[in-house]
Nanobody
């Protein structure tokens, strides 16, 4: 059974930092591109960041320079370091695993940025 379990969500202050982590099980982790999407209230789910099987990263323009995605193939985890938080980063953040034939999603974790 495939599981993607996010942790690290919660309340952050504008200008502050939070770190999300996603632990994967039930998949051959190194075979999957890993990433994070987010969905704000009333908006569509959007890509935040992705890291390929080869470690190549890509970011949405709204988070470029503030967020950093990383993966640990030994621990089967993918992290999202979020710095310089803005209120518009408030959303539910979803971890996902992508291969050529499968996509798996985590349950999501709420990030709220507010003073």
């Amino acid at each position: 059974q495939v599981q993607l379990v996010e942790s690290g969500g919660g309340l952050g202050q504008p200008g502050g930092s939070l770190r999300l982590s996603c632990a994967a099980s039930g998949i051959t982790f190194s075979f999957y591109h890993m990433g994070w999407h987010r969905q704000a209230p009333g908006k569509q789910r959007e890509l935040v960041a992705i890291i390929t099987t080869e470690g190549v990263t890509n970011y949405d323009d709204t988070v470029k320079g503030r967020f950093t995605i990383s993966r640990d193939n030994d621990k089967n985890t993918v992290d999202l370091q979020m710095n310089s938080l803005k209120p518009e980063d408030t959303a539910v953040y979803f971890c996902y695993a992508l291969s050529s034939v499968r996509t798996y999603w985590g349950q999501g974790t709420q990030i709220t940025v507010s003073s």
